[in-house]
């Protein structure tokens, strides 16, 4: 595949194309329902993601993993397919897209899901088609716009958003104001650094099969919480 130049950046032209090239469609762990294009080892990919663009200190292929609290949040709706029935349902910093298409496996409404990374939303994109859903795509950074005025949807959900201390904090911010107006929010997270579990309650634990070399084990403990 070849790259090509962008206002002066290489880009790589078609994503897509790349993804179904470095990775195997594969069926989620803790969530057999659901089959997306997930890498074996997440260094190799990483390198080739910089060699192609010939850029180096990218960030990590997020896309191209199951992480555990996207997939206790996918096994917890479709365990609990009433919460989001018939919903808008929000799937922020998405990664893959697989808790936005639990949702729509699950009945929702409407499932818009979100990602800033060109990617990323190109993974989600593939994986919705070969799970046969329907999703909307959001680039925009949800977490930089102003307080919405009213509720824009029912359902929130964030999988392993907590890892550093910014995204962290305006992530809190982004979910406390939309449950305020009304929304539903759950989290799903195996501990990460910044979560602040003395804001939560815990609903629901989970032992995850995860990557080893993204987790240095190959079991997550991970636990689904809402707002306190």
Known sequence: MEAGLQDGRTVIPDKAAFIRANTRRRYVPLVPEITLYLADEAVPLWHKTE??????????????????????????ILDN????????????????GLVGIATMKAAAATADVADIGAFARAAITLNASINR???????TDLLAEP????????????????YERDTAQRAFDFLTSHAKR????????????????????????????????????????????GLS
């Open 51 to 76: 060699q192609e663009l010939g850029e180096h200190g990218l960030p990590p292929p997020f896309w191209a993993f199951a992480w555990a609290g996207g997939q206790a949040l996918a096994r917890y």
């Open 81 to 96: 397919p009433d919460l989001v029935r018939g919903k808008k349902i929000l799937d922020l910093a998405s990664g893959s």
């Open 133 to 139: 859903v329907a999703i909307s795509l959001i680039e």
């Open 147 to 162: 307080e919405p005025r009213s509720l824009v949807w029912d359902v929130i959900l964030a999988g392993d958003i907590f």
């Open 182 to 225: 009304g929304a539903m929010i759950l989290i799903g997270d195996p501990g990460r650094s910044y979560l602040p579990k003395d804001r939560l309650v815990r609903i629901a634990d989970y032992s995850v099969p995860v990557t080893r070399d993204l987790e240095d084990t190959e079991i997550k403990q991970t636990s689904v919480w």
